[in-house]
T-cell receptor
Framework: AQSVAQPEDQVNVAEGNPLTVKCTYSVSGNPYLFWYVQYPNRGLQFLLKYITGDNLVKGSYGFEAEFNKSQTSFHLKKPSALVSDSALYFC???????FGKGTKLSVIP | EAQVTQNPRYLITVTGKKLTVTCSQN?????MSWYRQDPGLGLRQIYY???????DKGDVPEGYKVSRKEKRNFPLILESPSPNQTSLYFC?????????????FGPGTRLTVL
């Protein structure tokens, strides 16, 4: 069984600053981990995924995520936040795609 | 264009009145699933289907039915809706034999049950 957790309900960051949205996972076997973003009144859009290989995964819109096996984490990062990055972010994992509860990111101008 | 479509996008109904939310994908995907999204709870899987005539319960199947008679369609049926089924519903699909493939989501259906 696999589960994911997002420990922060909300993250606030100033425009231009680096951002991190946290995700931890619990899994038996190989983890399959995904990040999705949901803009207001929109569906879910795929950002990136980790299956195997390099621990640093690059995705859409300048986002990247770092897989850390020892800390069982898969944090989403971006070097310089934009106001347009404000959205709801979901970490997800496993064959049946179990989702975390979501983190609302607000980028302040 | 590859896409997952859902209809209707918005629906207001009353308790007990049967309804169906349709889902269709044009990517020839074997695997399809339904989720509901509620504030503070994230997305929870209702039902999934690995192929035609093969469906199974997800985490929150109570009060819902599904069918998969054709590969492209996966309707969600609420036989007797109740107010606790007021939610935002998403349909998704991906290739079955590639579990690491990305799931593609529909635009969502916002359901209100009065």
């Amino acid at each position: 069984a696999q589960s994911v957790a997002q420990p922060e309900d909300q993250v606030n960051v100033a425009e231009g600053n680096p951002l991190t949205v946290k995700c931890t996972y619990s899994v038996s076997g190989n983890p399959y981990l995904f990040w999705y973003v949901q803009y207001p009144n929109r569906g879910l859009q795929f950002l990136l995924k980790y299956i195997t290989g390099d621990n640093l995964v690059k995705g859409s819109y300048g986002f990247e995520a770092e897989f850390n096996k020892s800390q069982t984490s898969f944090h989403l990062k971006k070097p310089s936040a934009l106001v347009s990055d404000s959205a709801l972010y979901f970490c997800a994992g496993s064959y049946q795609l179990t989702f975390g509860k979501g983190t609302k990111l607000s980028v302040i101008p | 264009e590859a896409q997952v479509t859902q209809n209707p996008r918005y629906l207001i109904t009353v308790t007990g009145k049967k309804l169906t939310v349709t889902c269709s994908q044009n990517m020839n995907h074997e695997y399809m699933s339904w989720y509901r999204q509620d504030p503070g709870l994230g997305l929870r899987q209702i039902y999934y289907s690995m192929n035609v005539e093969a469906t199974d319960k997800g985490d929150v199947p109570e009060g819902y039915k599904v069918s998969r008679k054709e590969k492209r369609n996966f309707p969600l049926i609420l036989e007797s809706p109740s107010p606790n089924q007021t939610s935002l519903y998403f349909c998704a699909s991906r290739r079955q034999f590639y579990p690491t493939d990305t799931q593609y989501f529909g635009p969502g259906t916002r359901l209100t049950v009065l």
